[in-house]
């Protein structure tokens, strides 16, 4: 769990606003980004939910280049393919995420 908080908290800039052992949220804007540590012997693990932080274009590759530093690894690079327009991303734990030009 500390290591995944600190990558998501390097990432979005903010501290998570709740902590307890197993769960750590944070709060950007309107929307809440929790982890869970599935420590209660769970036999589904990973996520069918992939975050998409869509951004100015001003804004994009600051983050992109935020995600790689923080050991990120690329899935597919559609940024400048204007159906995907964004990168897709899976964090140090294996959970996948966007970042994304605005779409009109």
Same mark, same amino acid.
């Given at each position: 769990?500390? @290591?995944?908080?600190?990558? $998501?908290? +390097?990432?979005?800039?903010i501290a998570?606003? @709740?902590?307890?052992?197993? $769960?750590?949220?944070?709060?950007?804007? !309107?929307?809440?980004? *929790? =982890?869970?540590? !599935?420590?209660? !012997?769970?036999? #589904?693990? *990973? +996520? %069918?939910?992939?975050?998409?932080?869509? =951004? &100015?274009? %001003?804004?994009?590759?600051? #983050?992109?280049?935020?995600? @790689? +530093?923080?050991?990120? @690894?690329?899935?597919?690079?559609?940024? %400048?393919? &204007?159906? /995907? /327009? +964004?990168?897709?991303?899976?964090?140090?734990? *294996? !959970?996948?995420f966007e970042?994304?030009?605005?779409?009109?």
């Open positions: 769990m500390p @290591k995944a908080v600190a990558f $998501w908290q +390097s990432f979005l800039g998570p606003h @709740k902590m307890f052992a197993g $769960w750590h949220e944070f709060m950007t804007d !309107n929307i809440r980004l *929790g =982890l869970l540590l !599935n420590d209660f !012997n769970d036999k #589904y693990t *990973g +996520s %069918n939910c992939v975050p998409v932080f869509e =951004l &100015p274009d %001003n804004q994009v590759m600051e #983050y992109v280049d935020r995600a @790689k +530093s923080l050991g990120a @690894k690329v899935i597919e690079d559609g940024l %400048n393919d &204007p159906e /995907l /327009l +964004s990168v897709v991303f899976s964090d140090p734990f *294996g !959970n996948e970042v994304s030009k605005f779409h009109d």
